[in-house]
């Protein structure tokens, strides 16, 4: 079903498109407006997905570590962290060496464990967290707006839990806290992904898609930069940092974009059988059921290659750094990438935009990651991380940008965009939730550095189907 056609009224801003179905969204034209929507997107977005990269890539991992070293070193004081690099770095000459060998092992495939349970079970919950979300903005009737709502509870109640994950001590309290943040943080971001496709006229799709992508992809990068450093200075206190970010930008993006009444939305009557089936409707449609594969597959390689950059630092290169320098070392991994982001970020948006093209930038974007993955595969150090994180910021970049356009174009039914983007991510959280499961049975079972390069060949493996799953794709070019 298409969107109804609306007209600029007479006497309003003509930068804005008014809606014609009562409650709704109005579309930004340009101008003011539409720069202003797209600042406090940005904004938003980067705050959120600061968070998104900080506490799982360098917070949590920290805690979840802290933890399992009491539970195995707790009774061996001697073991500083520069024994445990020794110990990984097979140089530890002491007496009692093969006993604290062994130990590091079980150490090491216990942390990975523990990490991997945290990130899954998070993953799992969240998963259902964006789709039902999407559905009940969908049907929100408020003064400000369908989503509004929403992106402001979500993003108010996961600083909160962030709070109580920083005094989190067992490997339970912190699974049970990350949990509920992450569901509270999916409900801030599924109705600030739904407004792109409410308030954004369609040939101007991939160019947001690019800036809102942009703020994303900073938001991970400087996240985990200063998670990084502020753990080093301040322990697990970094929390209240990020606390602060996703609250201010929640809060301005409902301030300086603010939408449009719902309070008078017509609704068809609830029904909760049509309720659950609503969310198989969109996998029914071919096109679309192809793009959410190929995003499921990317999510589930990219994942499992990022879960453990800390342990891969410390475990895995060769020489082994310490926990204080990975900790400031992992960051800078993101950080190499974003030129690259950016660059893809603002150019691909436009040439798909231009050339009314989607999958071609997110086939070969999807190859050209899993080809970069064979340089850690067969060469572990800090240099060939380096490296292949500064390439692959160019292809997850293009990826990014335009297969968030892509499943906007495959949409079945415009009018049910926040429960259907809503089921787009169910891709990514399954992906999320089965990566580090993977990825942690891996290091457990494989011993030493053996555990570590398989994580990188079945990211290419994943990569690889991903690419090749949006070939059947035939309603967009």
């Not at 609306?6 to 407006?33: F, H």
């Not at 802290?66 to 020794?86: C, I, K, N, S």
Request: glycine share 8%; proline share 5%; aromatic share 12%.
């Amino acid at each position: 079903m298409s969107q109804p056609q609306a007209v600029p009224q007479v006497g309003k801003d003509p930068n804005i498109q008014e809606p014609t179905r009562p409650g709704t969204s109005m579309k930004y034209l340009g101008g003011r407006p539409f720069y202003q929507y797209l600042f406090a997107y940005t904004i938003a977005g980067m705050f959120l997905f600061s968070c998104y990269s900080a506490i799982p890539g360098i917070l949590l991992p920290n805690q979840v570590q802290m933890v399992e070293f009491q539970a195995f070193f707790g009774d061996y004081p001697h073991v500083t962290a520069e024994v445990l690099q020794q110990l990984a770095s097979g140089t530890y000459a002491g007496a009692d060496a093969a006993e604290l060998l062994d130990i590091y092992d079980r150490y090491d495939g216990a942390r990975a464990s523990a990490m991997s349970v945290v990130t899954a079970v998070g993953s799992l919950f969240t998963m259902f967290a964006q789709p039902i979300v999407g559905v009940i903005s969908d049907r929100w009737r408020s003064r400000w707006g369908r989503r509004s709502f929403w992106i402001c509870a979500g993003g108010f109640v996961g600083a909160l839990l962030m709070i109580g994950l920083r005094y989190s001590t067992t490997i339970l309290l912190i699974t049970v806290f990350w949990v509920v943040a992450q569901v509270a943080l999916n409900f801030m971001q599924a109705p600030l992904t739904t407004t792109i496709a409410d308030r954004t006229p369609e040939h101007r799709l991939a160019t947001v898609s690019a800036f809102a992508g942009l703020g994303t992809m900073i938001g991970g990068l400087t996240g985990s930069l200063v998670a990084g450093n502020a753990f080093n200075a301040i322990g697990l206190d970094a929390y209240y940092i990020f606390a602060i970010l996703v609250t201010f930008g929640a809060a301005c993006f409902v301030l300086l974009a603010k939408d449009r009444s719902s309070k008078d939305l017509e609704l068809p009557h609830f029904d909760v059988k049509a309720f659950i089936i609503g969310f198989t409707i969109a996998l029914r449609d071919r096109d679309f059921r192809w793009v959410w594969i190929a995003r499921l597959l990317m999510f589930l390689g990219y994942t499992a290659s990022t879960t453990f950059n800390l342990y891969v630092l410390q475990s895995y290169v060769r020489p082994a750094l310490t926990q204080a320098e990975a900790n400031a070392m992992a960051p800078i991994l993101g950080l190499v990438a974003m030129p690259g982001m950016v660059i893809m970020m603002l150019v691909s948006g436009r040439m798909s935009d231009k050339l009314g093209r989607r999958k071609p930038f997110v086939i070969y974007s999807s190859f050209a990651l899993a080809a970069l993955y064979l340089l850690p595969a067969i060469w572990p150090s800090v240099v060939s991380l380096l490296i292949m994180s500064a390439l692959s910021g160019f292809a997850f970049g293009a990826f990014m940008t335009v297969d968030q356009a892509l499943f906007i174009d495959v949409l079945p039914d415009p009018e049910a965009a926040g429960r259907d983007l809503g089921v787009a991510n169910v891709a990514t959280n399954i992906g999320q939730m089965l990566a580090p499961v993977i990825a942690g049975q891996l290091v457990a079972h494989i011993a030493g550095a053996a555990g570590y390069r398989m994580i990188y060949i079945f990211a290419m493996a994943m990569l690889l189907l991903a690419a090749l799953a949006i070939y059947p794709v035939k309603k967009v070019k």
